[in-house]
Nanobody, 124 residues
Framework: VQLQASGGGLVQPGGSLRLSCEASERIFSTYAVAWFRQAPGKDREFVATISGRHGNPYYTDSVKGRFTTSKDNTKNTAYLQMNSLKPEDTAVYYC??????????????????WGQGTLVTVSS
């Protein structure tokens, strides 16, 4: 399985971006899809995930109310809509997919497949 992340770019504070993650196989109806990010000099951190079967989303506290994750199983594509962006959201964003469960959904090790990352820069 290959994941292709796209949609990153430069945006001003308060702006919006939508990231996409396209899978090479029909896996999103079965496996959870997650978004992680890594800022320069920092560890990779969990951002959001959406479960495979029921499509239930879960977010880290810092993005709740601003970011929305979704997916279209027919297109093998997941999305991360990011609104009200802040400079501290600047990072390389990665999508990942795997058989994550409630207790593991925020850990990178729960996801078997990873995209290449797309850079989001929030700056005026």
């Amino acid at each position: 399985v290959q994941l292709q992340a796209s949609g990153g770019g430069l945006v001003q504070p308060g702006g919006s971006l939508r990231l996409s993650c396209e899978a090479s196989e029909r896996i999103f109806s079965t496996y959870a899809v997650a978004w992680f990010r890594q800022a320069p000099g920092k560890d990779r951190e969990f951002v959001a995930t959406i479960s495979g079967r029921h499509g239930n989303p879960y977010y880290t506290d810092s993005v709740k109310g601003r970011f929305t994750t979704s997916k279209d199983n027919t297109k093998n594509t997941a999305y991360l809509q990011m609104n009200s962006l802040k400079p501290e959201d600047t990072a390389v964003y990665y999508c990942a997919a795997g058989r994550a469960i409630l207790s593991t959904r925020i850990t990178p090790g729960a996801y078997a497949w990873w995209g290449q990352g797309t850079l989001v820069t929030v700056s005026s």
